[in-house]
């Protein structure tokens, strides 16, 4: 794949990363692993005394993903930068594809759009990433 | 409640010296799935280029995270933690971090703007520096808290 990759022209699509769907026991984990322990990804309880029917995964958790996609595409020590804006929660069991799409390139620097896609389309996270060209 | 937005930007957020581990990173990378060799095993890091294995690129957030209580300027400002969400997160990168080093991170809140029905939006950022004082990432957060329903 990598020798395919062409890293400078708009319109070029990443090929998609279809991830596990999310069970509770990815979201302990992943509590743990990131550092990131607030309850409200883990304790039932705690959802529930917060007005939820549920717990829902960690934004940071998706955009660990995405960046996979970015960087199984392009070497790590390209990338320049990574953003995202989470738009919406990601519930227990969803399974998230994540995809990237160039949109400009400039200055020897591509801009990549990305999204964190549902089965049911819901898009839970839009971001940019920019990568220098070799 | 609203958040008191001088007393935010005034906080004073210490300094965090995080050393980064080699066990960590593989426990981060099993949790993501990221089973690439050069990201868990230190021989294919190696030969991949890097000086051992490499952190990851939305990494530096959890570095934040090993403080002894990384939420505790959200509780400085009666913030209840359940009503809170990530809006938003952005990372420049200006190096490469590998296991074994040394950062330091120099965060601040840097605004808080109020939105409709009571939402604010807390802006935090955050420099990694090596021990050389080069800058490795800048990174930035936007956290939503919610207003009471």
């Known amino acids: ?134 | 409640m609203a958040i008191d937005r001088e007393a935010a930007l005034a906080l004073e957020l210490p300094p965090l010296e995080a050393e980064v581990e080699r066990g960590a990173l593989r426990f981060f990378a099993r949790a993501t799935g990221e089973e690439r060799p050069e990201y868990v095993d230190v021989a294919a890091a190696r030969a991949a280029g890097f000086r051992d294995l490499p952190v990851p690129p939305t990494y530096y957030f959890s570095l934040e995270l090993q403080a002894a209580d990384p939420f505790a300027f959200l509780t400085d400002l009666e913030v209840d933690l359940r009503r809170v969400l990530h809006g938003e997160q952005w990372f420049e990168y200006a190096g490469q971090a590998c296991a074994g080093d040394r950062l330091t991170l120099h965060s601040r809140v840097v605004d808080v703007v109020t939105k409709r029905a009571g939402m604010e939006l807390l802006t935090k950022h955050t420099s990694v520096t090596d021990p050389s004082g080069a800058l490795v990432s800048r990174l930035g957060s936007v956290l939503v808290i919610r207003g009471e329903s």
Not at chain 1, 45 to 52: E, F
Not at chain 1, 120 to 126: E, N, R
């Open chain 1, 1 to 134: 794949m990598t020798a395919e990759a062409t890293y400078d022209t708009v319109g070029t699509e990443l090929p998609a990363l279809v991830c596990e769907p999310i069970s509770r026991t990815t979201l302990a984990l992943f509590a743990g692993a990131s550092g990131d322990h607030n309850p409200i990804h883990v304790d039932l309880d705690v959802a529930r005394s917060a007005g939820l029917e549920d717990v829902f995964a960690h934004g940071m958790l998706s955009l660990a993903y995405l960046s996979r996609l970015v960087t199984r595409w392009a070497p790590q020590d390209r990338l320049r930068s990574l953003s995202a804006r989470f738009v919406a929660i990601t519930p227990v069991h969803a399974r998230p594809t994540c995809t990237g799409r160039i949109t400009a390139v400039e200055n020897g620097v591509a801009t990549v759009a990305l999204a964190v896609t549902l089965d049911d389309g819901t898009v839970t996270l839009t971001g940019t990433a920019t990568i220098g060209l070799a």
